[in-house]
């Protein structure tokens, strides 16, 4: 299966707990008005059934199935708000405390480092990074609606316990959680089950009021529906975690296999599981977390958070042993998972400290851009080209791991190190893409960064400036990716200033060039107001929208082929059929047109995505051969599709010094 029909399987489950949560309401409706009528029947005095059926109130049923309704209804709505904000809310549920992207702890920079490479070779944003600093078991959890507010969360014990290959694997776990569509489906799951906890909330609610009434007449009947109300709320709640159960077991296993996949390396994720069991034999706990809301948030967690006395019936994970043997194909044992030594002594050491450690200390190894594309330059060339680069969306090519390490340590030098730690400078680092060579409007554009920032924020921009012009154009949007888990860090209205800010920078000279238009079109979709928000599918088929779907297929035939781009614009076109669109010329392209038709073609279903891509795919690698501006386009496009592309996916071309070329605003 691919990112996108892992995308569909995991709508399709969504839909399904929507029916398993329907059914399991009726249930406890059921259950109510039942109980509840043979509590009134017996208070007022009657025994026999068809007593009960001539003394019940008008609208008795009706009024406890509207009261069950609006509680459990309610709670779930409540629930699912509290998470719309993303992941970061399920990480402080967690306990979880954000680890600065600087940190020069000597673990968290560890897994910083990993975070980064795993997101850079999976084609998505770098997600926020959490710790759960109180639990000294070993486990992980990844959450959010999408892999624009994704963030990673790892226990304490993950950070001491494992060796980095052990870490790689448990990150890629998770990040198969990320690309798979697992972490919407989870979070829904925690609001159906705080729904149908509600009942039982409701009855110690009234068993409380009961016990504290002055009427002994009167607390009697109340405390005794609480108590009823009580059992009958988590008899919700047992059919709530057979729905968790029952959704999450099987995606562990996916995850597992994605880990292996992404890092070419069983004893990553195989090892962390081996520790985990170890572990467990050691202490008594593998991967249990102590925090009060281990038990809500049990499903996302790489191990069960939470033991469970019927393991095979509410047991939110597989079997240990049962995991690492799909992973090595044979029993494994065990393995001890001591904190190690020199983790324990270099914790809180300075980053600097890190050479005596081949295992903590920073890589060396600092390739060129011609080092980190090899991995995946078969994917360049050839008739299959588009086959292949659609094929790699949330996919890890072979080597695209060491790729990745090759171009995170490119983009990691001193002088840009400050802009993916510090949320200021990160926006002087976007701030400095966008500034333009002509002086006369980078001195208006200077004017602008003055009077939101300050003076000194001028030669900060300058600087970064000139940092930017000296790395390849096909780069850039990995660069806004490394500094987007800064960028995030912004408060919501301090994000959409900087995208005001921005959007004037860009029209200062009364134009919009390629460059600016790609990546102000990723910082609106990933910083903007609806940046981690699910978003509805409206459309099943790229027919429905296909003036939209052929707009954006001209403007990359136009930036890859300027002179015969309808020869480019073709070669996408047959693979798309029954799409009859016309191309679109460069002078009737208008850019706010194209960010429209972003937002519709987003609207489609995971199904008829890779379809679309891969016609896209197909115009920017025309004749197995393409260019930066098109490689650019063609990332912009899924990163507006929320589609990971592994970022080597750029042409060769990408080494050469071009300028962006301007197209009609």
Request: charged letters at 20%; proline letters at 5%; a neutral charge.
């Amino acid at each position: 299966m691919n990112f996108f029909e892992h995308q569909e399987l995991a709508r399709r489950s969504s839909k399904r707990l929507i029916v398993l949560f329907v059914l399991a309401v009726i249930a406890v409706v059921i259950t109510v008005n039942v109980i509840g009528a043979l509590l009134y029947v017996s208070a007022a005095g009657h025994r026999g059934p068809f007593g009960a059926a001539t003394t019940l109130p008008n609208g008795f049923f009706l009024t406890n199935t509207a009261i069950v309704l609006l509680l459990i209804g309610g709670g779930t709505w409540f629930e699912m708000s509290r998470l719309a904000a993303g992941g970061e809310v399920v990480a402080q549920m967690a306990g979880g405390r954000a680890v600065d992207p600087g940190t020069h702890d000597l673990l968290e920079r560890r897994l910083v480092n990993v975070v980064e490479e795993m997101a850079l070779a999976s084609g998505i944003p770098v997600p926020r990074v959490y710790v759960l600093d109180n639990e000294p078991t070993i486990n992980a959890f990844a959450a959010g609606h999408s892999v624009n507010d994704a963030i990673v969360a790892v226990t304490r014990g993950t950070l001491t316990r494992l060796s980095r290959d052990e870490l790689q694997g448990v990150i890629g776990h998770e990040f198969s959680h990320i690309l798979n569509g697992d972490m919407r489906l989870n979070l829904r799951l925690i609001g159906v089950l705080f729904g149908l906890l509600m009942i039982a909330m409701f009855g110690r609610f009234m068993m409380e009021m009961g016990r504290g009434s002055r009427s002994d007449r009167g607390a009697g009947p109340l405390v005794l529906a609480g108590i009823a109300l009580w059992i009958i709320g988590y008899i919700g709640v047992f059919f709530g975690r057979l729905i968790k159960a029952g959704v999450s077991r099987q995606r562990e296993f996916l995850a597992d296999a994605s880990a292996v996949q992404f890092t070419r390396n069983p004893d990553g994720i195989g090892g962390a599981l081996r520790k985990i069991g170890g572990l467990s034999d050691e202490i008594g706990l593998g991967t249990e977390i102590r925090h009060p809301n281990a038990e809500t948030l049990s499903h996302l967690f790489l191990g069960a958070a939470r033991p469970s006395f019927v393991s095979g019936l509410f047991a939110t994970h597989p079997p240990l042993a049962e995991r690492v043997r799909r992973i090595y194909g044979r029993a494994q044992d065990f393995l001890p998972a001591p904190e190690q030594p020199l983790a324990l002594a270099l914790g809180s050491a300075r980053f600097e400290r890190a050479g005596a450690s081949p295992d903590l200390a920073p890589l060396e190894f600092k390739p060129g851009v011609e080092n980190f594309m090899s991995p995946v330059a078969s994917m360049l060339t050839g008739t299959g080209a588009a086959d292949n680069v659609s094929a790699s969306i949330g996919a890890m090519p072979s080597g695209g791991h060491g790729a990745a390490v090759g171009l995170a340590q490119r983009l990691d030098s001193p002088a840009l190190r400050a802009a993916f730690t510090d949320t200021t400078a990160a926006q002087m680092l976007v701030l400095g893409a966008l500034l333009d060579k002509d002086r006369a409007v980078g001195d208006q554009q200077r004017r602008v960064v003055a009077e939101a920032f300050g003076e000194l924020a001028v030669r900060a921009v300058d600087e970064y400036h000139a940092i930017v012009q000296q790395l390849p154009p096909g780069v850039r949007l990995s660069l806004l990716d490394r500094a987007m888990p800064t960028l995030r860090r912004l408060p919501q209205a301090a994000a959409q200033r900087f995208l005001m800010l921005a959007h004037t920078l860009i029209a200062a000279d009364g134009r919009v060039t390629l460059a600016e238009f790609l990546l102000f079109t990723v910082l609106k979709r990933r910083l903007g107001p609806n940046a981690g928000r699910a978003v509805p599918v409206r459309y099943r088929a790229v027919a429905e929208v296909t003036s939209e779907a052929a707009l954006v297929m001209s403007l990359i035939a136009n930036v890859r082929m300027p002179d015969t781009p309808e020869r480019a614009f073709a070669a996408g076109r047959a693979l798309l059929p029954g799409f009859d669109a016309q191309f679109v010329a460069q002078a009737n392209i208008s850019l706010d047109a194209v960010a429209a038709a972003f937002v519709k073609l987003n609207q489609l279903a995971p199904l008829a995505k890779p379809a679309y891509i891969k016609a896209c795919t197909a115009v920017a690698f025309v004749d197995g051969e393409t260019n930066w501006k098109a490689a650019s386009c063609l990332r912009t496009v899924c990163i507006a599709l929320d589609s990971p592309l592994p970022p080597q996916v750029i042409a060769e071309s990408a080494l050469e010094s071009e300028s962006a070329a301007p197209l009609s605003a």
